[in-house]
T-cell receptor, first 114, second 111 residues
């Protein structure tokens, strides 16, 4: 099993640019989660999907952030426009069922906004 | 709302020492509890879990017991190795099926 796949692994961009992060969950998993990790705020849940439907996006910091899951094998997290305070590691995780609690994390995308 | 509190790190130990990382929680009801571990440059991975009171989760020599009386889920290991150096996160599954994580505790094991 390939595990959760995220791309890119590293992204450096300039303030104001659009950033798109990608995630491929483990096949057969029907819940997908996007997290952000920073030293100051720790690990924050941004949004999660169940069966491709967004269930809770209360953690999305503001309108500059958006997430989609067009099918069971792909999700994107977009930041437009990006700001330096968005610099963080973004993780995608998937699980077999939203009530399960056992989530499988990808390796993360390290984003630096200059 | 639900929350998880962990002891602050870093915790620095010599190889073969005994490890305890404290974790307490605040929640409505009796949520499932978890320990996740994050090695440098990687995502989190599940270490162990317990789904009800008095359950003991165990894996790779690590153990934690779900104590509802003290709302705690402390992580222990009898003899740590250098390879155990990582950040450890305590978490609970809330009623909305979201994992609520603690702030993480960094463990450094010296040879």
């Amino acid at each position: 099993d390939a595990g959760v796949i995220q791309s890119p692994r590293h992204e450096v961009t300039e303030m104001g640019q659009e950033v798109t992060l990608r995630c491929k969950p483990i096949s057969g998993h029907n819940s997908l989660f996007w997290y952000r990790q920073t030293m100051m705020r720790g690990l924050e849940l941004l949004i999660y999907f169940n069966n491709n439907v967004p269930i809770d996006d209360s953690g999305m910091p503001e309108d500059r952030f958006s997430a989609k899951m067009p099918n069971a094998s792909f999700s994107t997290l977009k930041i437009q426009p990006s700001e330096p305070r968005d610099s963080a590691v973004y993780f995608c995780a998937s699980s077999t069922a939203r009530g399960h609690g056992t989530q499988y994390f990808g390796p993360g995308t390290r984003l630096l906004v200059l | 709302g639900d929350s998880v509190t962990q002891m602050e790190g870093p915790v620095t130990l010599s190889e073969e020492a005994f490890l305890t990382i404290n974790c307490t929680y605040t929640a409505t009801g009796y949520p499932s509890l978890f320990w996740y571990v994050q090695y440098p440059g990687e995502g989190l991975q599940l270490l162990l879990k317990a789904t009800k009171a008095d359950d003991k989760g165990s894996n790779k020599g690590f153990e934690a017991t779900y104590r509802k009386e003290t709302t705690s889920f402390h992580l222990e290991k009898g003899s740590v190795q250098v390879s155990d150096s990582a950040v450890y996160f305590c978490a609970l599954l809330d009623s909305s099926y979201k994992l609520i994580f603690g702030s993480g505790t960094r463990l450094l094991v010296r040879p």
